[in-house]
C-alpha cells in the first residue's frame, strides 16, 4: 500500500496536478469590490509592477452595480500587467487552482477611459515547465472604447480542470498613462 501512495505521489508531481477545488459555473473572478479577493486573487503583477494601480472599488460609471475595477498603467514604456492566481502570489510551486471544466467561455465588461487602449486579456499563464501549471493557456488582444462592451474568450475544446491563473491583462506603455475599466468577470 505504501508503494502504491509513494507512486500516486510521484505521478501527481510529474503531472502537475494542481488538486483544484471544483467551481460551479457561473464562477466569478470579480464581480464587485466584495469579490475582489475570492476564488482567484490578483495577485500576480508583471512588468513595471510600479507603475501598476489598480482600484477594486471605483465608482466611475460602473457596468453594474454601485462599483468596477479601474486599472491605471502609468509608465510609457515598458509593459505591465496582473493576473488572479489561485494560491495567491504562486508562479507554479504550489498546488491550488480550479477546476472550471464544463465552462465553454470567460465573459467579462471592458471599457477605456480615451478609447483606442490596447490591452491584452489572458486566462492560464503557467506553463507546463512548472510543476503545478495551468492546463490551457488563451490569450485575446482588444482594442477597448470608451463605452462598456462584453468580451468573450472562447474556452471551448480547452482542459480546464487546473486552471491556477483565472484571469489577467497586460499592455505595453504608450506616450501617455494608460486608464481602463472591468466589470462583471465569470466563466459560464
Known amino acids: 500500500m505504501a ?4 507512486a500516486l505521489s510521484l505521478f501527481s508531481a510529474i503531472s502537475g496536478s494542481c488538486a483544484p477545488n471544483k467551481a460551479t459555473l457561473p464562477f466569478a473572478v470579480y464581480t464587485d469590490a466584495a469579490s475582489f479577493d475570492t476564488a482567484f486573487i490578483p495577485s500576480g503583477y508583471m512588468g513595471t509592477t510600479s507603475a501598476i494601480k489598480m482600484d477594486p472599488a471605483c465608482t466611475t460609471d460602473p457596468h453594474s452595480g454601485k462599483d468596477c475595477l479601474k486599472v491605471e498603467y502609468t509608465a510609457t514604456t515598458g509593459w505591465g500587467g496582473v493576473v488572479w492566481q489561485s494560491p495567491a502570489n504562486d508562479w507554479g510551486s504550489q498546488p491550488g487552482g480550479w477546476n472550471i471544466s464544463g465552462a465553454t467561455k470567460l465573459v467579462f465588461w471592458a471599457r477605456g477611459s480615451k478609447g483606442g487602449e490596447k490591452v491584452s486579456f489572458l486566462v492560464g499563464i503557467i506553463g507546463p515547465d512548472k510543476t503545478y501549471h495551468d492546463t490551457a493557456t488563451v490569450k485575446s488582444d482588444e482594442v477597448l472604447t470608451t463605452s462598456w462592451k462584453q468580451y468573450t ?4 475544446g480547452k482542459d480546464l480542470s487546473c486552471i491556477k491563473t483565472g484571469f489577467g491583462w497586460t499592455l505595453a506603455g504608450s506616450s501617455s498613462p494608460t486608464t481602463f475599466y472591468l466589470d462583471d468577470i465569470k466563466y459560464e
Do not use: G, P
Request: charged share 0%.
Open 3 to 6: 508503494s502504491l501512495t509513494i
Open 153 to 156: 474568450i472562447s474556452l471551448a
